[in-house]
């Protein structure tokens, strides 16, 4: 089975976020960019279907800027057997969809039965990418997918996801696009050696030049961000003083209604 | 004329879910007095008759089985009643249905995309705004959707519910070609309702109780789930109660677990490390109750007790039951 992982590098999570000085974007001054945590996810999914299926090739995939490069190597050292970086327009963009259409040309001629992505990235939270891909390749696509395995039937997969309906099984057939929900695989870490290794393993580099040529009148973000605010800091709790736990919740249950309103 | 803007509704056994509902009323306001809203169900009859209470001027209906609705099939058929209806704007709720299919629907009707959006506004060019947060409720963003067309996927709980309105809207069926052969051959095989489903599921509750370590032990924590049952709300976890087993995966809120905005979120015994707030901090107001003053959660909560969970959930589970009559 030959399994694309798409990866997306983001800030840490203990990141200090910061507005560009023009204020339409966040401020990559300083800031460590990492595989993300349903990145990391999905590439131990893919790791575990190829241990489960010898001859099984793990592709990274990335689209952006140079710090595509240092993810894909996170994503080799666990175990990924090749990667290849999608490079962004020199101007910058964040459009999704301009994302999917230059990831969905790299991969038309990159073989694919199975493309694994994290539900959504954790810094934009769009979660557009897998869908409009597949889109783009014409296969079907499953977001917020837990538990999934290979199916009884040769050339399918079987997963379970949760949904506002409740708890959904889905047997599909392959090639498809999966959106993975949570770290419920515990993923790998690393072993030392292998990140030594990665860091002169080959990255392919697909040429922003060579993306634009291929989509020609679709090469235009159709979405541009003109703002990137920080909330003002909330100013701690209204702590609530009391002597038995009765006075506690008839204190904090009127304040609910009177004061917050969040229920008559 | 102002084109008109669709609605894509799910209406699961009928009823309109609660963020159809949400951007029935968005729909409107974008239309103006002068535009049409269109609705686009997959559900059949019954769904198009109950989206009918909320005023489209017209329905696109296809009627397709629920173990084979794909976002591919949903999307090549919402796509095919935006163009039917000349709509330039597609509205759905932020669920799981609504952000599988904004996407593929983007990339097949050639529209400009956002997701979890909490505001839309047009610019004086006529343009779409969109307002959005990001980083987990950490910031926000605010973009603009270039071009004629945009699929947007507003997020729950962010705008009010439109009111009912009479109407006899026409009704439109789709044809079932439009669907590629592939999605066919995807099939539910099962669906069980969520993990301890008293009450609504995470996403979609207006009220989230969550608990965390310092109860201590499984079984004190179906002292979160009273709590949550006289408020009507969902019971949510953190990883630490995930993780040691005392409750299932699919409650966890947090940067590996669920985000949810609820109107009310109560984080019962729950520090507050980072990997938590960012799946809760977009919460309109946050109660905390926790044994250590100093912990995190007191830092962006509204309300906060200090004191011990297993004597205080209870009395104000008792104080909820009293205001809301039930004992």
């Given at each position: 089975m030959n399994i694309v992982v798409l990866i997306k590098p983001i800030p840490e999570a203990e990141s200090r976020l910061r507005a560009s000085s023009d204020g339409r974007q966040l401020d990559p001054e300083g800031i460590r960019f990492v595989l993300a945590g349903y990145d990391e996810s999905a590439v131990e999914q893919a790791l575990l279907l190829k241990e489960n299926a010898p001859g099984s090739k793990v592709h990274a995939v990335s689209f952006g800027p140079v710090r595509c490069e240092e993810a894909l190597r996170a994503a080799i050292a666990l175990g990924a057997d090749n990667a290849t970086w999608v490079e962004a327009p020199p101007e910058g963009s964040d459009d999704p969809i301009l994302a999917a259409r230059s990831l969905a040309a790299a991969l038309t001629s990159a073989p694919h039965d199975l493309i694994l992505g994290g539900?959504?990235?954790?810094?934009?939270?769009?979660?557009?990418v897998p869908s409009a891909i597949a889109e783009l390749l014409g296969i079907p696509s499953f977001g917020s997918?837990?538990?999934?395995r290979p199916a009884g039937n040769p050339g399918g997969i079987s997963f379970a996801r949760v949904t506002e309906a409740g708890v959904e099984k889905w047997e599909v057939p392959l090639p498809c696009v999966i959106g993975l929900q949570q770290a419920w695989n515990d993923p790998r870490t690393a072993k030392l050696p292998n990140i030594l290794k990665s860091r002169k393993a080959p990255i392919e580099k697909i040429d922003w030049s060579k993306t634009l040529a291929a989509l020609a009148?679709?090469?235009?973000?159709?979405s541009v961000s003109e703002r990137f605010a920080l909330p003002a800091p909330r100013t701690g709790a209204k702590m609530i003083e009391f002597k038995t736990p009765e006075e506690a919740a008839e204190k904090l249950v009127r304040l609910l209604r009177e004061e917050a309103k969040v229920f008559p | 004329m102002t084109p008109s803007v669709l609605v894509l509704a799910e209406s699961p056994a009928g009823a309109v879910s609660g963020p159809t509902k949400e951007a029935f009323g968005v729909a409107r306001t974008l239309a103006g007095p002068d535009g049409s809203v269109a609705a686009v169900t997959t559900g059949g009859p019954a769904a198009a008759q109950a989206l009918a209470s909320f005023g489209p001027r017209d329905i696109w209906v296809a009627d397709i089985p629920t173990e084979s609705t794909t976002s591919g099939a949903v999307a090549a058929l919402a796509a095919r009643a935006a163009q039917e209806s000349a709509s330039a704007i597609v509205l759905v709720g932020g669920t799981t249905f609504g952000r599988d299919v904004v996407g593929r629907l983007a990339v097949r009707w050639g529209a400009a995309a956002a997701t979890g959006v909490t505001e839309v506004t047009r610019t004086d060019s006529g343009e779409l705004r969109v307002r959005r947060p990001v980083f987990g409720g950490r910031a926000t963003e605010t973009r603009t959707l270039l071009g004629p067309r945009a699929v947007i996927a507003l997020r729950p709980h962010a705008f009010g519910a439109a009111s009912e309105i009479v109407g006899t809207p026409a009704m439109h069926l789709l044809d079932r070609s439009v669907i590629p052969a592939n999605e066919v051959a995807a099939r539910r095989v099962s669906l069980a309702s969520a993990?301890?489903?008293?009450?609504?599921p995470l996403p979609d509750a207006t009220i989230v109780v969550s608990g965390g370590r310092g109860l201590r032990t499984a079984a004190n924590f179906s002292l979160i789930e009273d709590l949550a049952r006289s408020l009507g709300a969902a019971v949510g976890a953190s990883r630490a109660v995930t993780d040691a087993g005392?409750?299932?995966?699919?409650?966890q809120v947090g940067q590996t677990g669920r985000a949810v905005s609820p109107q009310l979120y109560i984080a019962v015994g729950i520090s507050g490390a980072i990997q938590h707030l960012v799946g809760m901090i977009s919460s309109r107001t946050i109660v905390a109750i926790n044994t250590d003053p100093s912990a995190p959660i007191f830092k962006v909560a509204d309300y906060g007790i200090v004191g011990d969970a297993l004597t205080l959930v209870p009395a104000l589970t008792q104080e909820i039951r009293k205001v809301r009559g039930l004992s």
């Open positions: 539900k959504h990235a954790g810094d934009d939270e769009e979660g557009l997918v837990a538990d999934l009148a679709d090469s235009q973000p159709r | 993990d301890g489903a008293s009450g609504p005392w409750r299932p995966p699919s409650l």
